[in-house]
């Protein structure tokens, strides 16, 4: 009998650790394994609104002043949406944003800044993806016109803008370190991953660096790196997956670094009849990627509302223009999606939902809109 107490005894305490634990831990984790788990605890829960600077009238100072936003391709839906977002914000506080349309052709945002001078606007928005790395004769002259040069939602925190331009940055550097936790938490610390970025992206730089810091403190995982460029990406993604799914039978992590890459990430680890063993973590929160989640075809997605973002973005460069301090961190959260919370992101799931709406009442109290 004292034999049967004691059996029931253990049960009991490890059905209770194991919920405590949650999203299905094991219960005797390794110390990597529990660190990352600690890691990815403060992106689990429904973000809250933190203003990132002091309240001011956004009406009254951004009367008369006016944005060009120069988006890295209007064919990109994920930028397509940030600059529609923005341009409902911008109607709402009363000054002019126009979207420069283009299809991410650099002679095309050449068109857009001498739009721009010619036009007097008061600042240019390099918008996701626009670099100014390859602008500079123009970031040159439109600030001799007196016009403010923003690169938005491009870089990390840590990455530095060429002379004459400011930025509105994204902790993509910590996204990168949460994709690489996931995988070492659900291994038990010992993640063999492919990891697939597109060095084309600066913000890849930032995310890379997050996913090697990382790795780095797991002794027994490993990663490997691969590079598909934007024209390549529906071409190569596909067959590097295939490729390594081949040569090492031991993967058991795929993290392509935007979710976009699993229109053909996912297909290839599908045909190569490795599902059930090779799991993905991936970072953008695009609607298609949450509803692979829920089919079960992505394992983690950690997902940035698009419509928060454009009130960050609006607020750090209002805060430019009105001779306010400007903030280094615009505090745009990040929240991981999976199979737990996926659905709050609607059936099928749409842009910016499953987030709250915090920011919503909280930028017309920053902003003083009410």
Same mark, same amino acid.
């Given at each position: 009998?004292?034999?049967?107490?004691?059996?029931?005894?253990?049960?009991?305490?490890?059905?209770?650790?194991?919920?405590?634990?949650?999203? =299905? /831990?094991?219960? /005797?984790?390794?110390?990597?394994?529990?660190?990352?788990?600690?890691?990815?605890? @403060? %992106?689990? #829960?429904?973000?809250?609104?933190?203003?990132?600077? #002091?309240?001011?009238?956004?009406?009254?100072?951004?009367? =008369?002043?006016?944005?060009?936003?120069?988006?890295?391709?209007?064919?990109?839906?994920?930028?397509?949406?940030?600059?529609?977002?923005?341009?409902?914000? @911008?109607?709402?506080?009363?000054?002019?944003?126009?979207?420069?349309?283009?299809?991410?052709?650099?002679?095309?945002?050449?068109?857009?800044?001498?739009? @721009?001078?010619?036009?007097?606007?008061?600042?240019?928005?390099?918008?996701?993806?626009?670099?100014? !790395?390859?602008?500079?004769?123009?970031?040159?002259?439109?600030?001799?016109? =007196?016009?403010?040069?923003?690169?938005?939602?491009?870089?990390?925190?840590?990455?530095?803008?060429?002379?004459?331009?400011?930025?509105?940055?994204?902790? %993509?550097? !910590? /996204?990168?370190?949460?994709?690489?936790?996931?995988?070492?938490?659900?291994?038990?610390?010992?993640?063999?991953?492919?990891?697939?970025?597109?060095?084309?992206?600066?913000?890849?730089?930032?995310?890379?660096?997050?996913? #090697?810091? $990382?790795?780095?403190?797991?002794?027994?995982?490993?990663?490997?790196?691969?590079?598909?460029?934007?024209?390549?990406?529906?071409?190569?993604?596909?067959?590097?997956?295939? =490729?390594?799914?081949?040569?090492?039978?031991?993967?058991?992590?795929?993290?392509?670094? %935007?979710?976009?890459?699993?229109?053909?990430?996912?297909?290839?680890?599908?045909?190569?009849?490795?599902?059930?063993?090779?799991?993905?973590?991936?970072?953008?929160?695009?609607?298609?990627?949450?509803?692979?989640?829920?089919?079960?075809?992505?394992?983690?997605?950690?997902?940035?509302?698009?419509?928060?973002?454009?009130?960050?973005?609006?607020?750090? #460069?209002? !805060?430019?223009?009105?001779?306010?301090? $400007?903030?280094?961190?615009?505090?745009?959260?990040?929240?991981?999606?999976?199979?737990?919370?996926?659905?709050? /992101?609607?059936?099928?799931?749409?842009?910016?939902?499953?987030?709250?709406?915090?920011?919503?009442?909280?930028?017309?109290?920053?902003?003083?809109?009410?």
């Amino acid at each position: 009998m004292r034999i049967l107490k004691l059996f029931f005894k253990y049960v009991t305490a490890t059905i209770v650790a194991t919920q405590i634990t949650g999203f =299905g /831990a094991a219960l /005797a984790e390794s110390p990597e394994a529990t660190r990352a788990n600690q890691q990815l605890a @403060a %992106y689990r #829960e429904l973000p809250t609104f933190e203003a990132p600077g #002091e309240a001011f009238d956004a009406a009254a100072c951004m009367k =008369g002043k006016s944005i060009l936003s120069i988006p890295a391709s209007s064919g990109v839906p994920f930028v397509k949406t940030i600059g529609d977002s923005m341009s409902k914000v @911008a109607k709402t506080i009363g000054f002019d944003l126009k979207i420069w349309e283009n299809q991410g052709q650099p002679t095309q945002w050449v068109q857009g800044f001498d739009y @721009a001078i010619n036009n007097k606007y008061d600042m240019i928005d390099l918008l996701a993806g626009a670099d100014p !790395r390859f602008l500079a004769p123009q970031v040159k002259a439109a600030n001799a016109a =007196g016009i403010k040069v923003v690169a938005s939602h491009l870089t990390g925190f840590e990455q530095i803008l060429p002379e004459g331009v400011s930025g509105v940055p994204i902790d %993509y550097k !910590r /996204a990168g370190a949460l994709l690489a936790d996931w995988a070492i938490w659900k291994t038990d610390g010992k993640a063999n991953a492919l990891v697939i970025g597109i060095n084309d992206v600066l913000s890849t730089e930032s995310m890379m660096s997050g996913i #090697e810091e $990382e790795f780095s403190k797991c002794p027994n995982c490993n990663f490997v790196y691969k590079n598909v460029s934007i024209p390549d990406l529906a071409t190569r993604t596909g067959s590097i997956v295939q =490729g390594a799914l081949a040569a090492d039978p031991t993967l058991n992590y795929i993290i392509p670094i %935007y979710d976009v890459m699993n229109l053909w990430v996912v297909p290839a680890i599908t045909i190569a009849g490795r599902s059930d063993q090779v799991k993905v973590a991936t970072f953008n929160g695009t609607p298609f990627a949450l509803k692979m989640i829920q089919d079960g075809k992505i394992e983690m997605d950690v997902g940035e509302n698009l419509d928060w973002i454009a009130h960050g973005i609006i607020d750090s #460069e209002m !805060r430019m223009l009105c001779d306010l301090p $400007e903030v280094s961190d615009a505090k745009i959260p990040l929240l991981i999606f999976d199979q737990n919370n996926a659905d709050t /992101a609607g059936n099928p799931p749409e842009v910016s939902t499953g987030y709250g709406d915090a920011y919503i009442d909280g930028y017309r109290k920053l902003w003083k809109l009410k």
